[in-house]
């Protein structure tokens, strides 16, 4: 088990849906078909902005 430490806020699933723009159940669809990354810790799921959002956004901005 890695032991790196977490320097960087982590969002809750509301409120990476609100940075993001889209509902908690639009985060939860791409969550599970692998379009967006995330931390699980015990039950929580979290993400990071640079880690996570910000490269999702990317991904969504060459598609167009």
Same mark, same amino acid.
């Given at each position: 088990?890695?032991?790196? #430490?977490?320097?960087?806020? *982590?969002? #809750?699933?509301?409120?990476?849906?609100?940075?993001? /723009?889209?509902?908690?159940m639009? *985060?939860f669809?791409k969550?599970?078909? /692998?379009?967006?990354?995330f931390?699980?810790? /015990?039950?929580?799921v979290?993400y990071?902005?640079?880690?996570? *959002?910000?490269?999702?956004? /990317?991904?969504?901005?060459?598609?167009?």
């Open positions: 088990i890695p032991t790196t #430490s977490i320097s960087y806020p *982590l969002l #809750s699933e509301k409120e990476a849906a609100e940075f993001l /723009g889209i509902s908690k639009t *985060l669809r969550r599970k078909t /692998g379009n967006i990354g931390f699980r810790v /015990g039950f929580r979290l990071s902005k640079e880690k996570h *959002l910000i490269p999702y956004l /990317g991904q969504c901005e060459q598609r167009q």
